[in-house]
């Protein structure tokens, strides 16, 4: 690959930050509905300027829903990418209940058919709980994922982030996989071998940012301002999205926005 690990100057995400075992305030968690509704009403006003995103070499896409989302909240995101020229397609495996068996299942073989289809690598789009499926399916079949790009993910989990997700999370883990290949919450924030993108919000009333903040030789986190409800309609998101995807296979280079849209991404946490 032809990208270079980080340097000794990159600074590590602070010890500090990661044992910071909080969510987020409760204000913002219950203001997601009212946020993320107005995140939504944002985006045809933003239509204008995305139309100038970068556009995509025509690599196949695989999105994938947060836990209790379905394929339906990914459209307005999957629409903008195709129009950007890429192949996408949805997980169409229903509502997100977790890793249930089937899902489990399921998502190799979607993986692989999209490979198939598009003639060689994809990237993954995961929000939320989707993220940690796309980084699941980056460790476990590396040779077909191009990239991985993670929206509110809490892959900081395992060093001891709570989110407001746990609890729905916990009650369903009866209907939920078992056994050594399932991902487990001790090891999703550990680096991916391809290239990744891990977009936080410190707006999200779901996930605390720091739990979003991941690590490797190719990652990056970068901020946004946004509810987590609004990730998948987030201008900002997507004029990110565009630009991850549009690097040619093999070139990544960490995300550096246009001089007049660097107010839309305030900082990017600090990368190992």
Request: with cysteine; proline share 11%.
């Amino acid at each position: 690959m032809a990208a270079q690990p980080l340097g000794p100057g990159d600074d590590p995400v602070p010890e500090r930050l990661r044992a910071l075992g909080i969510r987020p305030h409760a204000a913002l968690y219950l203001t997601e509905p009212v946020r993320g509704a107005i995140d939504r009403a944002a985006l045809p006003l933003a239509a204008p300027w995305l139309a100038a995103a970068p556009s995509g070499d025509g690599h196949g896409v695989l999105v994938l829903p947060g836990l209790l989302a379905s394929d339906r909240s990914t459209k307005p995101l999957r629409r903008f990418l195709r129009r950007k020229g890429y192949y996408v397609r949805g997980w169409r495996l229903g509502r997100n209940i977790g890793p249930t068996a089937t899902v489990m299942e399921t998502m190799p073989g979607a993986l692989c058919d999209l490979v198939e289809r598009t003639g060689g690598p994809v990237t993954v789009v995961g929000w939320s709980l989707g993220g940690l499926y796309a980084r699941y399916l980056a460790r476990r079949h590396p040779a077909y994922v191009r990239g991985v790009v993670t929206l509110g993910s809490p892959v900081g989990v395992a060093d001891g982030h709570r989110t407001h997700a746990d609890r729905a999370f916990e009650r369903l883990s009866f209907l939920h996989a078992r056994g050594p290949d399932v991902p487990r919450r001790g090891d999703v924030g550990g680096p991916v071998p391809v290239p990744s993108t891990s977009v936080y919000s410190r707006l999200d009333g779901v996930v605390a940012w720091r739990a979003c903040l991941a690590e490797g030789d190719w990652h990056e986190n970068v901020e946004v301002h946004c509810s987590h409800l609004g990730f998948g309609f987030d201008p900002a998101t997507l004029w990110l999205l565009a630009d991850r995807l549009a690097q040619p296979a093999g070139q990544w280079r960490p995300f550096a926005p246009p001089r007049l849209l660097r107010p839309l991404y305030p900082s990017c946490a600090p990368r190992r």
